[in-house]
């Protein structure tokens, strides 16, 4: 759904602009949703992200870093709506989404930002800081 892929894009790219596009879009169709909300499924689940605050995550990893699985466990082990992941080999490309622009390896080793409107908490390094984060 389109409305969806832009309010991603904004958390990924930080484009306020894509979220009044995404908002106005809901208030287009908004009399539907209320009066017909089986029919509009995709744009209450759309809608109840826009709604809710997003979780920016940005892990950036050691080149050849071999346990990459050992956090998609942690991030993937349960439904996470309110995140967004993105994840690049230290240094990022210049390409990659601007959330994983700025932000550094701590002593060379995997390091998470946890971030809400691309304003990050303070990084962490393990799998178990992660899954005690995301809880």
Request: hydrophobic share 45%.
């Amino acid at each position: 759904m389109a409305v969806l892929a832009l309010i991603e894009l904004a958390s990924y790219e930080g484009e306020t602009e894509w979220l009044e596009i995404a908002r106005n879009a809901f208030l287009f169709v908004m009399d539907n949703l209320v009066g017909y909300p089986l029919v509009y499924g995709n744009w209450l689940c759309a809608f109840n992200v826009f709604l809710s605050p997003v979780k920016e995550l940005a892990l950036l990893f050691p080149p050849n870093y071999g346990d990459v699985h050992l956090y998609d466990s942690v991030l993937w082990s349960t439904h996470r709506p309110e995140c967004i992941v993105a994840a690049a080999t230290y240094p990022p490309e210049q390409r990659s989404p601007k959330l994983l622009h700025h932000r550094t390896l701590v002593d060379n080793k995997p390091t998470v930002y946890i971030c809400r409107n691309f304003t990050c908490d303070l990084p962490i390094q393990t799998p178990e800081q992660l899954r005690e984060k995301l809880l």
